[in-house]
């Protein structure tokens, strides 16, 4: 069995969905995923088509690896195998051929998420060195009930909500939360300033709002900034629902629908995986 690797620049995006979706067909998360799909990641996450790879045993396209990158730092954004392809290594050879590529190009680290429940997946990264970090949740419920009276809420530019995020040095968010991600977001996302806190929306005017970033400058934090804000923004009609994509902690009412664990190789790319 032989193990050749093409380039999902060389290889085209319409084929590399198509690849894509055979092989997360029976995944517990079900999606479909078109060419204009992936031209998107490619703007809002930083996949890199070029960095990108189909994995293909003895000729025959057999998997996937979607890598994105900022920095020194790559991240897996995808990787799968075609069903007839799988336990015959093909995984482990494409995640192989990924990290020599990092590192050939000088990069010191490489993150991924996998659902915690992916057994197979888990095990493969864990036996390539890739240590788990932190745990992400997501949350869903109902909006806070009560409009409370916000004089001061003001639409903003999603990018100031990015450098509320960017100014939080210290943490090193998920690569999706981060401000580089959050700083890619447009129309119709929208975002809210509220006295030195801020929210960045996605499908604000839908039955389902999605709270894709919270932030509140330092000095304003344990003062229920916070709070208001989403009191604020949440509002009529009855019925609203709010869901939180894997980033905030929750309050009483929140609900865990889905637990993931974000993964780094924190040994340098560089350093070699000896
Ligand atoms: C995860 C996945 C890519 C593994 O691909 P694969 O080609 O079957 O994996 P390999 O044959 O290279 O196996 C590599 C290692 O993975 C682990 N592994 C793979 N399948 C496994 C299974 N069914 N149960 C337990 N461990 C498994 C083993 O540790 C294995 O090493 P070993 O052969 O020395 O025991 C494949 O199962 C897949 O495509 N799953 C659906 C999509 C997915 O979950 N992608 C990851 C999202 S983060």
């Given at each position: ?110 993150v991924l998420e996998v659902l ?20 992400l ?37 998920p690569w999706q ?69 894997r ?13 993931r664990a974000h993964a ?11």
């Open positions: 069995m032989a193990f050749s690797f093409t380039p999902v620049s060389g290889f085209g995006l319409v084929p590399t969905a198509e690849l894509i979706n055979r092989a997360f067909a029976d995944y517990v998360v079900k999606f479909q995923l078109t060419e204009p799909a992936l031209w998107q990641a490619a703007r809002l996450d930083s996949i890199d088509f070029n960095a990108s790879c189909v994995v293909n045993v003895d000729g025959t396209p057999a998997g996937v690896a979607l890598m994105a990158r900022r920095g020194w730092t790559s991240r897996v954004a995808a990787m799968a195998v075609v069903p007839e392809f799988r336990r015959q290594r093909a995984g482990r050879a494409l995640m192989e051929y990924v990290l020599a590529e990092a590192k050939q190009r000088g990069e010191r680290a490489m915690t429940s992916n057994t197979p997946a888990v095990r493969l990264y864990e036996s390539l060195e890739f240590r788990r970090v932190r745990r949740t997501s949350y869903a419920g109902p909006a806070p009930s009560g409009l409370l009276p916000a004089p001061g809420l003001a639409e903003a530019d999603l990018r100031a909500v990015a450098a509320a995020l960017i100014r939080e040095e210290a943490i090193n968010w939360l981060s401000g580089e991600t959050i700083a890619m977001l447009t129309p119709p996302h929208v975002a809210y300033e509220l006295d030195g806190a801020w929210v960045a929306l996605v499908n604000a005017a839908g039955p389902s709002v999605t709270i894709r970033a919270l932030a509140v400058d330092g000095p304003g934090r344990r003062t229920e900034r916070a709070v208001r804000l989403l009191h604020a923004v949440s509002g009529p009609p009855p019925g609203h629902r709010l869901a939180c994509e980033h905030l902690a929750g309050g009483p009412r929140a609900v865990d629908h889905r637990r780094r190789r924190t040994k340098p790319v560089a350093d070699g995986r000896a």
